[in-house]
């Protein structure tokens, strides 16, 4: 099996699990209780979270742990708006953004063909009453990168909080929230080689939130529930194993197959980009029928965001981008991670080819 779907998930680091095992053996205190076991625990939560909030270019203080991105998401969005408030937010945005966002007064700010939104457009969504502004860092789909530094420099000085899902960008792009401007940011670890169920919400200090999880005074109020330690130490220590991303494997990836299927089109082409992301379009070929034929021929990819997996819709984010729909069902998402080599790629730009080009053969026989 060759796997290509590091943006829906990540394994874990073998340099992780072992953290993950020491902790599970040795911390295994209360992180609130007074005795040495519990202080011990305490200890390694704080190292952790200032271990996370350096490799973020934030304070410790400014670091919330979660259960990763959808929590975060909903404590940022939740914990910030009420009655009579107007939030804006882009109309690719990951479900974690736009279901948390749904029961409030929303302004869906669309993009252009590359998937970027722009910064005037934003800021003419503006409202009086706006209190949140959400935006994406990267998107999960094609891997477009958003200009949320420009966003933020736009938002400044109006009492509006920016937000950002950067579940997708942590990890695979150089990242410093002071410089980056955001006020609440979100991530989660199973897209950096460290286990499901683990993440953080960077919160600016002086932002209010509104806990959304009640029962005590664990992680400034904000998170009520005993803290996972180890979690804590898996995810500072996952974060601290990465390095800038490179995007020679993608670029490799994607002159191959266009060299072999000169009418294949690359998702984003002309937009800042994640290193590891390839979203491309097959025209006339099932998109689902071709990654069920990868998938025989051991390649693992996929059709867009995990979290939409089972759905009949054609990914919204590529609507958006002005893909019909039967285009939009003719794209996979190839995203590539720390494990994969130039042979992988050469196996699976074969698989690619052959697949597609049987596809094609079967198709004119039926027309």
Partial sequence: MLYFDHNSTTPVDSRVADILDRAYREVFG????????????????????????QSLGVNASEIVFTSGGTESNNLAIHG????????VTTAIEHPAVLEPLRPFDVTHVPVDSSGVVSVDAIAAALRPNTALVSVMLANNETGAIQPLAEIARMLRGRGILLHSDGVQAVGKIPLNLADLGVDLFSLSGHKFYAPKGLGALCVRKGVKLKPMQLGGRHERGLRAGTENVA????LDCALGLCTDGDSALRDEFENRILNEIPDAVVNAADAPRLPNTSNILFPGVSGEALLIALDMAGMCVSTGS???SGSIEPSHVLLEMGLSPKQARSCIRF???RGNTLADITALVAAVTKSVSKMRVREKQLA
């Fill in 231 to 234: 979690g804590a130490m898996a």
């Fill in 80 to 87: 910030v708006l009420g009655a009579g408030m107007h939030a």
């Fill in 30 to 53: 209360n992180a609130s209780s007074i005795h040495i076991a519990g202080q011990t625990a305490k200890q390694m939560l704080e190292k952790s979270r200032r271990g996370l909030a």
């Fill in 306 to 308: 995990a979290c939409s």
């Fill in 335 to 337: 995203s590539f991670g």
